[in-house]
């Protein structure tokens, strides 16, 4: 899971309040204890979260536990990483990238 203080966790119940009515620029990682690029992602996540700290929140949710979440954002194949600006998606990378993509993907929306 998580090692960095700023990763969050967000889930069915809390995804509305936490992410979409967040103000600023919110990046949620949608993945699976089982799945292997997921757990690969999570060190760069964990190395994102800390760069940009008070610029940008990030969310990690699990899809097995969330699965309503998952559907509303009809989330295909795992990891798929959404950046919410004022309660919309703005960009979406699915799979595990380079850091650089997501840096790239950040600061469009900064």
Same mark, same amino acid.
């Given at each position: 899971?998580? %090692?960095?203080?700023?990763?969050?966790?967000?889930?069915?119940?809390?995804?509305?309040? *936490?992410?979409?009515?967040?103000? &600023?620029? $919110? #990046?949620?990682?949608? +993945?699976? *204890? +089982?799945? &292997?690029?997921?757990?690969?992602?999570?060190? $760069?996540l964990d190395?994102?979260?800390?760069?940009? *700290?008070?610029?940008v929140k990030?969310?990690? #949710?699990?899809?097995? *536990?969330?699965? !309503?979440?998952? /559907?509303?954002?009809?989330?295909? &194949? @795992?990891? $798929? @990483?959404? #950046?919410?600006? %004022? &309660? /919309?998606?703005?960009? /979406?990378?699915?799979?595990?990238?380079?850091?650089?993509?997501?840096?790239?993907?950040? !600061?469009?929306? #900064?």
């Amino acid at each position: 899971m998580a %090692n960095s203080k700023n990763v969050f966790t967000a889930t069915d119940t809390n995804l509305d309040s *936490e992410v979409m009515k967040s103000p &600023g620029l $919110t #990046l949620i990682d949608f +993945w699976a *204890e +089982w799945c &292997g690029p997921c757990r690969a992602l999570a060190p $760069t996540l964990d190395a994102l979260a800390d760069q940009y *700290e008070g610029k940008v929140k990030v969310y990690k #949710l699990n899809v097995d *536990e969330n699965p !309503e979440s998952a /559907q509303k954002f009809k989330v295909r &194949g @795992i990891p $798929t @990483i959404m #950046l919410v600006k %004022n &309660g /919309q998606v703005v960009d /979406q990378l699915v799979g595990n990238q380079p850091k650089d993509s997501f840096i790239t993907a950040i !600061e469009k929306h #900064l």
